[in-house]
């Protein structure tokens, strides 16, 4: 069974402007949730989507945006970069449904560096 | 929310030594694992142990719920075991709890030759 994968891999930008992110999660899961990676602040938790509809948001600026599809993809989308932006986006695919928690696997993350 | 508190920080050995690390969390949790993540950033799981005991090759980890804590043991570490490892814990599904891990602060392991 093929991993969840993440796309682009590396991405640089200019302060000002829009970036979308894309994960893939494990066939059959139907939970995306989204983190991000910085140096000063460690892993953190964006938000999460089940079945097209976001569930949990994260305390994070509205910037930040996400969507899934009917497939179970899902994009995330930063809008306005700003340096601090600069991070490792992790997304991570689960079983997860109603109230039960599963275990969550990482795609490779993307690498976003904002100038 | 949750906290979620890793020991030690930083951790260097000797190839073949063995190591424990430790993780703390604040409140009853469902979900917890544990990763390992590689020079490029990727998060491998190594345990979904929530509570109990498992195993798997030179690695095992032990999670006592009851307590707040679980633990990650190396055993005959290898210079590839060389990395950052986390920590991390969900609470029961609902509300602003779908989805989300919190993430310890990590151990950075290096293990000599």
Redesign the interface.
Known sequence: KAGVTQTPRYLIKTRGQQVTLSCSPISGHR???W?Q?TPGQ????LF???SETQ??K?NFPGRFSGRQFSNSRSEMNVSTLELGDSA?Y?C?S?L?S????????????T?LTVT | GIQVEQSPPDLILQEGANSTLRCNFSDSVNNLQWFHQNPWGQLINLFYIPSGTKQNGRLSATTVATERYSLLYISSSQTTDSGVYFCAVGTKAGGTSYGKLTFGQGTILTVHP
């Open positions: 939970s995306v949730s983190y990676q460690g892993l953190q938790f999460e989507y089940f569930r949990n994260g490792l992790l991570a689960s997860a109603g109230t039960d928690t599963y275990e969550q696997y990482f795609g490779p993350g690498r």
